[in-house]
């Protein structure tokens, strides 16, 4: 194993860069964020259409006429369901819009997406053609306004449960994203940066208990019921509490010398050898637990699962992010809902130990690939011996 100590490496032509850190999550368990193929769907199915009314020999005139027909009924259609929801917000103006009549208007009816002069041309296009055909211009935009208004009481126009949960995810208003920034912002950037100096003065005073430097991370157990127990050893008899690092202390929102503290566990493997490591639970969970135990709440279990899972992938995204956490983390999560091995939790976070190892020697080997490669191809090497920095140039050595 390639260490580098006190050595640093230029290897000639080739540009260094940042590989994306791998996922140690299940891709079958957490969903990946929404794509665009529902927008690719709609262009074929446009394209499907066009070929269809080529193939009919219709006349175009007469296409045109029904395409403008139908295309502005269904914006008169929605400018009718904006004017209702325009005087339900009238009430709320000062409260929500800050006073402002056209943000209001705006909030019901997108006037970017929907302008009057666009929806005017539709109109003038729209009256014209219905003069030409000798159609009551009245009575079809009545009936335009009733079939909408139909749609409006019944609720038949409701966006989807995916579609909602598309906006929301879009947009961070999820209430797992909320969870994951509250969790990052106000506890893991303060303990994660420090870890592993805090580790390795643990280990000082403690005959080097965490021995295995690969491991020296917070492993977070992110469970998708969301059950969250106080005491690790009576979910799983393996896990046992041995000892707390040193507070970390710092003045947080007016309290000063806030207590931050984490927790060893020794896991009994199955040859019955101890393996150490930092561990707790995430504890936003319990927040989306106690969510689905309030009926006032109104969150299923079918929700807390979502969100749960929401919760897991936000976490990872903001955590790969951060350049102060890189390395100090794991994620263990893992579907309890319908396991029954007693030992189910300490076996997993073993396998999620062992996958660290194997990660680490997998990331050696590539170096050493590297290095083997550059030599092979008669490339430079330049490695410097000493402590201090030294320029890149030939003539520095």
């Known amino acids: 194993m390639i260490r580098p100590i006190c050595a640093f490496v230029c290897v000639a032509g080739v540009m260094p860069y940042k590989e994306e850190q791998p996922s140690d999550i299940s891709p079958s368990l957490i969903p990946r964020p929404r794509g665009n193929r529902a927008r690719h769907v709609s262009y074929l199915f446009l394209a499907l259409c066009v070929c269809f009314l080529c193939l009919t020999e219709q006349s175009l005139d007469l296409v045109f006429h029904c395409i403008v027909i139908h295309f502005t009924a269904l914006q008169v259609g929605a400018l009718c369901q904006g ?75 409701h966006p989807s449960a995916a579609e909602i949960s598309e906006m929301y995810e879009r947009n961070n208003c999820n209430v ?100 150490f490591c930092v561990m707790e639970y995430a504890t936003p969970l319990r927040s989306l637990f106690a969510m689905s135990q309030d009926e006032s709440a109104a969150f299923s279990c079918q929700d807390r699962l979502e969100q749960a899972k929401l919760f897991c992938r936000a976490l990872e995204e903001i955590l790969q992010r951060s350049k102060y956490c890189s390395g100090c983390y794991r994620l263990i999560v893992y579907d309890d809902s319908e396991e029954n091995d007693q030992h189910f939790l300490s076996k997993t976070i073993l396998r999620h130990m062992e996958q660290e190892l194997q990660e680490e020697y997998t990331m050696d080997e590539k170096y050493e690939g590297s290095i083997h490669n550059a030599e092979s191809h008669g490339t430079q090497l330049l490695i410097s011996g000493t402590d201090h920095p030294m320029s890149l140039h030939s003539c520095g050595y």
């Open 83 to 157: 004017a209702c929801n325009f005087a339900e917000e009238l009430r709320h103006v000062t409260s929500r819009y800050h006073g402002s009549y056209l943000r209001a208007l705006n909030a019901c009816l997108e006037l970017r997406k929907r302008s009057f002069l666009f929806l005017l041309l539709c109109g003038v296009a729209y009256l014209h053609l219905l003069k030409e055909s000798g159609l009551p211009v009245c009575r079809n935009l009545i009936i335009v306004c009733f079939c909408q208004l139909l749609n409006f009481v019944f609720d038949l126009q």
């Open 176 to 275: 797992a994203q909320g969870l994951a920034w509250s969790y990052y912002v106000g506890y893991l950037k303060f303990i994660l940066p420090g870890l592993k100096d805090r580790i390795r003065e643990f280990n000082r005073s403690n005959s080097h208990l965490l021995n295995c430097e690969k491991t020296w991370k917070l492993h977070i157990l992110i469970p998708l019921s969301c059950d969250v127990c106080d005491d690790l050893q009576t979910v799983d008899s393996h896990i046992h509490f041995i000892k707390n690092f040193p507070e970390l202390n710092m003045d947080v929102a007016g309290i000063k010398k806030r207590s931050y503290k984490n927790s060893i566990y020794g896991i009994l493997g199955e040859n019955k050898e101890k393996h």
